[in-house]
């Protein structure tokens, strides 16, 4: 059961266009306790930001289809009201430097185990 007032990292939200990826985080994340929705792009993502407990950590997908990771954080950057939003980035591209944003807090590279997943999860609060 989440609290009225989860700690960041209790909440999630996975932004994943690959479905089964999607699927599989969402489950292991609930079955720690914490609160999942989902996502499969930059559009549903933004929508299900707005069903968010707060505060709330977004696992982004960097690379989707037909947007993807990089237009997520241009909106999100353009919102005022999402101060309590973290941002870790998933991908398996070697970015010369991951995208700026105030938001972005961490970056998982694909594949990553479930380990390091919650690790990052825990950092965040």
Request: proline fraction near 7%; glycine fraction near 6%; charged fraction near 30%.
């Amino acid at each position: 059961m989440l609290s009225a007032n989860p700690r960041p990292g209790d909440a999630v939200l996975v932004v994943d266009d690959d479905a089964d990826l999607r699927e599989v985080l969402a489950e292991v994340i609930r079955d720690s306790g914490r609160f999942v929705l989902t996502a499969f792009d930059e559009a549903d993502g933004l929508l299900m930001l707005e069903s968010m407990p707060r505060p709330c950590v977004v696992l982004l997908d960097l690379r989707m289809a037909p947007s993807d990771g990089y237009h997520f954080l241009s909106a999100l950057n353009a919102r005022t009201d999402d101060r309590d939003v973290h941002v870790v980035l998933m991908t398996a591209d070697r970015p010369a430097s991951p995208p700026s944003s105030r938001f972005v807090v961490g970056l998982l590279r694909k594949p990553f185990g479930l380990e390091e997943l919650f690790l990052r999860l825990e950092r965040v609060g």
